[in-house]
């Protein structure tokens, strides 16, 4: 229930925000849909190896965006926030990412580093945000409704999220989900007050950068950006300590997404 309360809290935060903005500006929407990878840095692994500390997976979005403009006219121009800035509102569903250890952790023999090859992770996730984007070329004039065909904008882009997780922690393929600590199958360190498989909510915070090209009603786009979680428990585990181990950082997630836009007309 807190769960569903908070969701609807930060979903009515987002649509006041952009609603309060379209009352006091003429604006375009443009809705659309994104598919991509997603690569999720958690404790499993090692901290100074990328390969073996990142999991990837296939993410979905859909994506809502405001694009402003000031008043209009033969010898004036838009403002420059609204000729290079849109807001973008985003839906994104991450579909289960599958997590091992790997790297010199789970290389050669001994009961740790076996109980480290038989110790998996999953996590579901899904959240939404708000992104300001940044432009570097002059957004078109949209007050003729006119736009300029095969013209490539790149951008810059800053955000804030809200995710739901769904974590789990398997031990041969079997979940611990149920069972009561001590987790004797797992090393010391996470054997008592280290796991946590309940379902979750958290901010978090992005930056990231793209491609937009331009044709005629639709855009397509190309994205990319680094996501931080304002948690550690993101993955299940929450790894305080150990020199070897991703420990001491919150979980971070990259998101790399090819997308297509439809632009309505301006209100």
Do not use: C
Not at 115 to 125: P, S
């Amino acid at each position: 229930m807190k769960e569903i309360l908070s969701f609807v809290i930060v979903l009515s935060t987002f649509f006041l925000f952009n609603t309060t903005h379209a009352q006091s500006s003429r604006f375009i929407h443009e809705a659309g849909v994104s598919l991509g990878t997603a690569v999720l840095q958690t404790d499993f692994g090692e901290q100074k190896d990328f390969s073996s500390s990142n999991a990837s997976t296939f993410s979905f979005g859909l994506n809502h965006y405001l694009k402003f403009f000031g008043d209009y006219s033969w010898d004036s121009r838009s403002s420059y926030f609204a000729a290079h800035y849109k807001l973008k509102t985003e839906f994104n569903y991450t579909s289960s990412v599958k997590l091992e250890h790997k790297g010199s952790l789970v290389e050669g023999e001994g009961v740790d580093i076996d109980k480290l090859k038989a110790m998996t992770g999953e996590v579901k996730m899904y959240n939404i945000g708000t992104n300001l984007e940044y432009y570097f070329l002059e957004i078109d004039d949209y007050s003729s409704f006119y736009r300029s065909k095969k013209t490539v904008n790149p951008f810059l882009s800053i955000g804030l999220h809200y995710t739901f997780y769904d974590p789990d922690i398997l031990v041969n393929g079997v979940s611990l989900e149920g069972q009561q600590e001590p987790y004797t199958e797992l090393i010391d360190k996470w054997q008592e007050d280290a796991i946590y498989l309940q379902k979750g909510s958290t901010f978090g915070a992005s930056v990231g950068a793209g491609l937009r090209l331009s044709l005629d009603r639709f855009d397509l786009v190309l994205d990319g950006r680094w996501q931080h979680f304002f948690s550690d428990k993101v993955d299940g585990l929450d790894d305080f300590s150990g020199e070897n181990q991703a420990s001491n950082f919150n979980d971070t997630m990259v998101y790399i997404n090819f997308g297509i836009v439809y632009v309505f007309r301006r209100n």
